[in-house]
């Protein structure tokens, strides 16, 4: 059985309910990430030994590449070398990278600062008894949300995944190391880094559209990032709390379990597309399942109420548009059946790990 097509209206509404939708998880995402922010810095600070002592190098090193990496400076530099290779090679896609990173960082940057100041959340290195205050419009040290480091390095790599799309990941990766420096480096809170990330992705997006397109630009790179930040959470509640017997715990994990694998049968068979594959089975519902089987084994009804709100953006994202094919279609060959085999290879190590992982923070 084939879904429906989607008028053009009703395309519109579909669009603006998955925005909505990422909203919400957004939000629970961040009131979940700041329960964490207080005990995740006093972590921190424990890694680091009394004065007089020899700090621990590797931290040392991680924190200080981070901030040198994340530098406005540095920043500038890569947009300026990009320009220098896209004029001087006449490569138009390495000049328009140049134009756009600078372009986009200069916003990020600006908006960043201006809600540095209007929030106006200290630092780390004054919080004492554990009392987070808010102070608007108030000098150096006041400044700590959002991460500029972080909002900058996910800014201009955004832009180059979406230029150089084959090295998005390792850019990715690279902006995401740098954004969680700025939290073993003590400069920040966990959620002033979630948030300046989420501002340069969303900055970075926009910038790489064109212009007249802000608002669908936006809603997109909103429900783009919403599953990593969903992602970011679990592991955080995961690492943060031992396994228990109480409800819902148990209740959670192993009907997550169950769900997990059984979105993976369904991916399978509907990659294949065996004899017996449903009609209404696509690989959208099968990841759905997969994903809120693994939201479910946290053993968080918190974190469970968040994945379903991803899955339901996402199935929303899925249906077939006015001019889009009426159904999904299975894919075959070898670089399909590798792809599923790594696809399920990473969902039995992540659901593996969401049990290993449990309790391993002491906080």
Not at 82 to 96: E, F, I, N, S, T
Not at 109 to 114: D, E, Q, R, T
Not at 153 to 159: I, N
Request: glycine share 10%.
């Amino acid at each position: 059985m084939a879904l429906p097509r989607l008028t053009s209206e009703d395309s519109r509404y579909k669009s603006v309910a998955a925005v909505l939708l990422s909203i919400g998880a957004l939000t629970l995402v961040f009131l979940g990430l700041f329960e964490w922010d207080v005990p995740l810095t006093r972590f921190v600070r424990s890694l680091y030994p009394p004065v007089g002592s020899l700090p621990n190098p590797w931290l040392v090193q991680f924190s200080d590449l981070g901030d040198r990496l994340g530098k406005g400076e540095s920043l500038v530099i890569l947009s300026l070398g990009l320009l220098a290779v896209g004029y001087g090679l006449k490569r138009p896609q390495w000049k328009d990278a140049g134009w756009q990173s600078l372009i986009a960082h200069g916003l990020t940057a600006l908006s960043a600062n201006i809600l540095k100041h209007i929030i106006g959340r200290p630092r780390p290195k004054f919080m004492h008894a554990g009392n987070l205050e808010f102070s608007p419009v108030t000098g150096s040290g006041w400044d700590s949300f959002p991460s500029g480091h972080a909002a900058a390095s996910l800014t201009v790599a955004t832009v180059l995944a979406v230029k150089f799309p084959r090295a998005s990941w390792p850019m990715l990766a690279l902006a995401v190391a740098v954004a969680a420096s700025r939290v073993f480096r003590g400069s920040h809170y966990l959620t002033d880094v979630a948030g300046g990330a989420a501002l340069g992705c969303i900055v970075g997006v926009i910038v790489t559209h064109p212009w007249r397109e802000w608002l669908a630009s936006t809603g997109m790179a909103l429900r783009r990032i919403t599953p990593f930040f969903v992602a970011t959470l679990a592991l955080v509640w995961t690492i943060v709390h031992l396994p228990s017997e109480a409800w819902p715990f148990q209740q959670l994990f192993w009907i997550g379990l169950v769900l997990t694998l059984a979105g993976l049968v369904g991916h399978v068979v509907w990659t294949v597309r065996w004899a017996c594959c449903p009609p209404w089975l696509s690989g959208s519902l099968a990841r759905s399942v997969v994903w809120l089987g693994l939201g479910m084994t946290t053993g968080s009804l918190f974190i469970t109420t968040t994945v379903l709100l991803v899955c339901a953006a996402q199935w929303l994202d899925d249906l077939p548009g006015p001019v889009e094919s009426t159904a999904e279609e299975g894919h075959g060959g070898v670089w399909a059946a590798m792809a599923e085999g790594l696809f399920v290879a990473a969902t039995l190590l992540v659901l593996g790990a969401s049990y290993a992982l449990k309790g391993i923070v002491p906080m």
